[in-house]
């Protein structure tokens, strides 16, 4: 079965500090996505990638960077933590050859002071 | 613009009874609608799919109707159960680029 971790699960930080949600699959799989859930707006995509050393805009990328060092890892990157991105962050792992199903990690939760 | 709209956002049924999820999209160029389940703590998870050229998919007690027509489709629940309860999302995308779009989510709860 799919197998997404992400770490950490919970994190608090301060505003204008910088933060890294990390992120891993054991899935082999080429795509890798970030996404936000809030209530009232569901999951947006913030970055994705098609393999590693790939970084794609989603829908919501301003205040966001993305890294994917390798086929396993892909990381959130806030530069200048702000209150306003204090969220619930999904990773998630998905190749187009496997039926457009996307799979997700567990989720971090992230407060910003 | 939200591309993606569900309704209710939420829905209380009894156990034993059949829970309707209504979802609607704007853009005709979306050909792939999969449903992801979500328990609270968790991550989404893939539920059910159908793609534009069907317009009905069943797996078990879980069945999708598709009016590409009306741009709409809605997720039926058959002989819903306590463990049913979750918040369930509605998303888009166009085929082959596994890039999805999500509506806001239903929060469904079964009473037994």
């Known amino acids: 079965e799919a197998a997404v971790t992400q770490s950490p699960r919970n994190k608090v930080a301060v505003t204008g500090g910088k933060v890294t949600l990390s992120c891993n699959q054991t899935n082999n799989h080429n795509n890798m996505y970030w996404y936000r859930q809030d209530t009232g707006h569901g999951l947006r995509l913030i970055h994705y990638?098609?393999?590693?050393?790939?970084?794609e805009k989603g829908d919501i990328p301003d205040g966001y960077k993305a890294s994917r060092p390798s086929q396993e890892n892909f990381s959130l990157i806030l530069e200048l933590a702000t209150p306003s991105q204090t969220s619930v962050y999904f990773c998630a792992s998905g190749d187009p050859g496997g039926g457009d199903t996307q799979y997700f990690g567990p989720g971090t939760r992230l407060l910003v002071l | 613009q939200q591309q993606v709209r569900q309704s209710p956002q939420s829905l209380t049924v009894w156990e034993g009874e059949t829970a309707i999820l209504n979802c609607s999209y704007e853009n005709s160029a979306f050909d792939y609608f999969p449903w992801y389940q979500q328990f609270p703590g968790e991550g989404p998870a893939l539920l059910i799919s159908?793609?534009?050229?069907?317009n009905k998919k069943e797996d078990g007690r879980f069945t999708i109707f598709f009016n590409k027509r009306e741009k709409k489709l809605s997720l039926h629940i058959a002989d819903s159960q306590p463990g049913d309860s979750a918040t369930y999302f509605c998303?888009?995308?166009?085929?082959?680029?596994?890039?999805?779009?999500f509506g806001q989510g239903t929060v469904l709860s079964v009473i037994p």
């Open positions: 998303a888009v995308a166009t085929g082959g680029n596994n890039k999805l779009t």
């Open positions: 159908i793609l534009s050229v069907s």
């Open positions: 990638s098609y393999g590693a050393g790939s970084t």
